[in-house]
Nanobody, 115 residues
Framework: QVQLVESGGGLVQAGGSLRLSCGAS????????MGWYRQAPGKQRELVAR???????NYADSVKGRFTISRDNAKNTVYLQMNSLKPEDTAVYYC?????????WGQGTQVTVSS
């Protein structure tokens, strides 16, 4: 059974930082494209950042230069370091794992940035 468990969300003031973590089990983590998505109230879920097994990252334009995605294959964990947070970053953040066997999602973690 595949499980993705996010942690690290919370309330932070604008300009602050948070680090999200996502621990994966039940999948071949090393062979999976790992990603972070977010969904704000009334909006569609959008890609924030993605890191394939090769390690070549890509980011949404809105977070470039502020967010960093990384992965630790030994720990089956993907991270999202978020700096210089803005109120418009407020959303539920979801971890995603994409593998030949399927497409999997975590339960989400709330990030709230106050102005």
């Amino acid at each position: 059974q595949v499980q993705l468990v996010e942690s690290g969300g919370g309330l932070v003031q604008a300009g602050g930082s948070l680090r999200l973590s996502c621990g994966a089990s039940g999948i071949i983590f090393r062979g999976s494209v790992m990603g972070w998505y977010r969904q704000a109230p009334g909006k569609q879920r959008e890609l924030v950042a993605r890191i394939p097994p090769s390690g070549n990252t890509n980011y949404a334009d809105s977070v470039k230069g502020r967010f960093t995605i990384s992965r630790d294959n030994a720990k089956n964990t993907v991270y999202l370091q978020m700096n210089s947070l803005k109120p418009e970053d407020t959303a539920v953040y979801y971890c995603n794992a994409r593998h030949v066997m399927g497409d999997y999602w975590g339960q989400g973690t709330q990030v709230t940035v106050s102005s």
